[in-house]
């Protein structure tokens, strides 16, 4: 099946600073690809979907100045988390549609960045 | 607005049949999933059902869904320990459209 990859899978920043992290489809192309951020005790909430060429649409409540989306491609959407605070580490999952297919029945999951900021 | 309820833990014997189910809002959901989630891994998409459906089968699991209810389960027949993980139910709108996850539920599987 296709394969979104997510880099770096783990990751320990400073307080302050701000991490990319990136997903990557690699066998297809997704012209939308979603962000979430998985709390502890398991919810899974959608921080925002990122169109390639466009503006990302941010859901409720998530800061776009702090969490930063680029969609620079078909194949690539970075999520930069900025001045991190502990308060941001969780963990970062992204998914995308294949465009071709577009079939809407499965949106293919990257395995996650486990953000910890110290 | 979209919301996805379901019950966070569940435990069930080896050889038992499991029942997970969930609950959503938006009557106007199209597509509804099932993923499973292994422990420090991200999402694979178990099985998933149109709205227009009420019940579909894939190996050891059924999805059944009663949309006047808005009720949605996942049956896993003859649990095994490999099914050990999170479930999650989730939703869409549209075939393009973002999903909306529920809180997952922990299958727990009892020797």
């Known amino acids: 099946g296709a394969v979104v990859s997510q880099h770096p899978s783990r990751v320990i920043c400073k307080s302050g600073t701000s991490v990319k992290i990136e997903c990557r489809s690699l066998?297809?192309?997704?012209?939308?690809m979603f962000w979430y951020r998985q709390f502890p005790k398991q919810s899974l909430m959608l921080m925002a979907t990122?169109?390639?060429?466009?503006?990302?649409?941010?859901e409720q409540g998530v800061e776009k100045d702090k969490f930063l989306i680029n969609h620079a491609s078909l194949t690539l959407s970075t999520l930069t988390v900025t001045s991190a605070h502990p308060e941001d580490s969780s963990f970062y999952i992204c998914?995308?549609?294949?465009?071709?297919?577009?079939?809407?029945?499965?949106?293919?999951f990257g395995q996650g960045t486990r953000l910890t900021v110290v | 607005g979209e919301d996805v309820e379901q019950s966070l833990f569940l435990s069930v014997r080896e050889g038992d049949s499991s029942v997970i189910n969930c609950t959503y809002t938006?009557?106007?959901?199209?597509?509804l999933y099932w993923y499973k989630q292994e422990p420090g891994a991200g999402l694979q998409l178990l099985t998933y059902?149109?709205?227009?459906?009420d019940m579909k089968q894939d190996q050891r699991l059924t999805v059944l869904l009663n949309k006047k209810d808005k009720h949605l389960s996942l049956r896993i027949a003859d649990t095994q320990t490999g099914d050990s993980a999170i479930y999650f139910c989730?939703?869409?709108?549209?075939?393009?459209?973002?999903?909306?996850f529920g809180k997952g539920t922990r299958l727990h599987i009892l020797p």
């Open positions: 989730a939703e869409s709108l549209n075939r393009d459209d973002k999903i909306i």
């Open positions: 059902i149109f709205s227009n459906m």
């Open positions: 066998d297809f192309q997704a012209t939308t």
């Open positions: 990122s169109n390639e060429g466009s503006k990302a649409t941010y």
């Open positions: 998914s995308a549609r294949d465009r071709v297919t577009g079939f809407g029945t499965e949106a293919f």
């Open positions: 938006d009557s106007s959901s199209t597509y």
